[in-house]
């Protein structure tokens, strides 16, 4: 079984979207987790994110940025704050039952996530990473979400942080 979360949170160059994937390690996950880990491309190195060094986050997390690294602030930005919320946001939902106890030892997941370039607030890149790694994994274990009314609502009204059609 695999299930699939989405969640973005904040706004301007310190906002947060995530994709997770995530699942138990006898399913498709953790091929999925193998591959990634043993391909990274120029620009996306993944990585386990960690709650602090020798800390790992549970379910055990592969980080995938999304963006290619930019040498200097970028790089921190995704290695530090994003990172850190990332690991805290999906332990956060290990702890708090949004996940089932067995995702504690027997799951993996892998988090793509996006950081802006331009991100300047190092606390701001924490926080949204955090809620919005914390919503993504709240929703892939929801059944019927997005429901069909919430789909056809946003159809008609269709847009993102980077583009809003002016005909939907």
């Given amino acids: 079984m695999l299930y699939i979360g989405e969640g973005f949170e904040g706004s301007g160059p310190n906002a947060a ?42 379910p055990v997390t592969l980080f995938i940025a999304k963006a290619v690294l930019v040498p200097g602030t970028h790089e921190i930005m995704t290695w530090g704050p994003a990172q850190a919320g990332v690991a ?6 290990l702890l708090d039952g ?12 892998i988090a793509a996530v996006w950081v802006n370039p331009s991100a300047d607030d190092a606390e701001q890149v924490y926080a949204n990473n955090k809620a919005a790694t914390y919503l993504a994994a709240k929703r892939a274990l929801l059944v019927g979400w997005p429901s069909r009314a919430e789909l056809a609502a946003g159809l008609a009204s269709i847009g993102n942080p980077f583009f809003t059609p002016k005909v939907a």
């Fill in 17 to 58: 979207h995530i994709n997770l994937y995530i699942g138990p390690k006898t399913g498709p996950i953790a091929g999925a987790v193998a591959t990634a880990a043993a391909s990274p491309g120029p620009g996306h190195l993944p990585f386990q994110a960690i709650l602090k060094p020798n800390l790992p986050a549970k």
């Fill in 88 to 93: 805290a946001g999906i332990t956060s939902a």
């Fill in 98 to 109: 949004s996940l089932p106890a067995e995702a504690e030892d027997d799951w993996l997941a």
